[in-house]
């Protein structure tokens, strides 16, 4: 079947764009590696797991603190919004009156719109002192992963509900005929057939939280230790870049510019791992 003249063009302009987002990728990466390789030119990489501690002054350029920190505190965010995210959706889909379901879509979407500083303001004051109570100092590993599920909550629940709108309305009515009831409609069927847009959203709020900055910045406690427990005290790697890049030097500098390489590879590798778990589930 040929194409209109229209969809050529549009098709055309679709293939631009995509070339522009991937130059973009491209060329942040070469930024990084080029900012990197002072260091990274005469420092081998498995220094940066293996050396002592994180002192660039001293030459000894450990991340391996901050890297499990912005893992750990990623992973439990995503542990708390996924599940209430994917519930928050299916009540509003499915379960409240439709005056209550766009009053809800509201406040969700409000919650996506909230400065990541707000989120970080409040838990300083609010959160790390009631953490506090059961076990000081209260800014720690486990603040930072109730402040970053709490902001990546909104990601889950809009796209998830995107998803579940998405789904054809011949699969309800098929349901619908075969007596199923309105839990295991959603289980057996608009579940799976909306799993590729729940992973979709997983993924984006699994950026978001590796991504983010100035919340962790405020609540985490920034000391570059491994976590031994959920009350310690800890720092990521985007915490560690924008607390010393004001006045990091040389080496210092181009070692900071290596955690921002680490980010990079940690979101290529997620949305990677994503893309493979979405094909083999198509072939299932």
Known sequence: MSLSRTDQ?????????????????????????QESWP??????????????????????YNITPMLSATLLSTLGALLLATPLGIASALFSRYYAPPAVAIGYRRLIELLAGIPSVVYGLWG????APLIAQLHPPGVSLLTAM?????????TIALTVDSALLAVPIAYHQGAAALGLSRWATIKSVVLPAAHSGITSGIILAAGRAIG?????????????????????????LTANIALEMSYAMGDHRAALFV????????VLLLVSSAEIVKRRSAYV
């Open 259 to 266: 955690s921002g390489l680490a980010l990079m590879l940690m």
């Open 124 to 127: 300083l004051t609010t959160l």
């Open 39 to 60: 260091v990274l030119s005469h420092v081998s990489i498995s220094r940066f797991i293996s050396d002592a501690s994180w002192h660039p002054a001293q030459s000894l």
């Open 212 to 236: 983010e900055t100035m919340a962790v910045l405020m609540v985490a406690g920034n000391v570059v230790q491994h976590p031994h427990s959920l009350f310690d005290s800890v720092r990521t």
């Open 9 to 33: 063009q549009l098709g055309l302009m679709l293939r631009l764009c995509a070339l522009v987002s991937a130059a973009i990728v491209l060329l942040i990466v070469i930024f990084l590696l």
């Open 146 to 154: 109730l402040i970053l599920a709490l902001m990546i909550l909104p």
